[in-house]
């Protein structure tokens, strides 16, 4: 309730609060997965807040992964731009950069199922961003890492935010985490 946020093109926000709080609830509003009450949600100046879910250019990676069991590496990789109806080159070639970028490239085969922590959070991310877009919404993607596979990832997470540009807001109760991450918390 009368929440007001702004993150500039290109930068980490991360957003902190007590369990319970409606950290999540908020990213599904701004991704377009819930409506919210009241409020607008904008982007580059345009009003998105009725605009469908894929419509609104935004990646999303819920705390689960939402991975689908019986989908490969690659098949989770390509699984935006086919629902966006993209060429089969050009999946391919997003396929490719994306396995690159995350080191992934050697479980394109493989089934999720079986994946350790680290490699299934690559996939989640790589499927958010296979499609290119301008902002990257994160709910507590790192809280069920050990200690080694975190530290990985903090700079898996800063690496992918400076090639790509794209604009993050990543939800979190660790302080350390907003300390390594954030431009703004």
Known sequence: ENASLRVEAGEYAILMGRTGSGKTSLLEVICGLRGG?????????????????ADRQ????????????TLTVREHLAFALSLRRVAPKLIQERVDEM?????????????????SGGEAQ?????????????????????????EATREEMYRLLRQ??????????????????????????
């Open 37 to 53: 009450a009241s409020g607008r949600i904008l982007l580059r100046g345009s009003d998105v807040t009725r605009w469908d879910p």
């Open 58 to 69: 935004m990646g999303y990676v819920p705390q689960d992964l939402a991975l689908f069991p």
């Open 160 to 185: 992918l935010q400076e090639k790509t540009g794209v604009t993050t807001l990543h939800v979190t109760h660790s302080r350390a985490e907003a300390r390594r991450l954030a431009d703004r918390l």
């Open 99 to 115: 396995s690159a970028l995350l080191g992934i490239g050697h479980l394109l085969t493989r089934r999720v199922a079986g994946l």
């Open 122 to 146: 690559r996939v989640a991310l790589g499927r958010a961003l296979a499609f290119h877009p301008s902002v990257l919404l994160l709910d507590e993607p790192l809280s069920a890492l050990d």
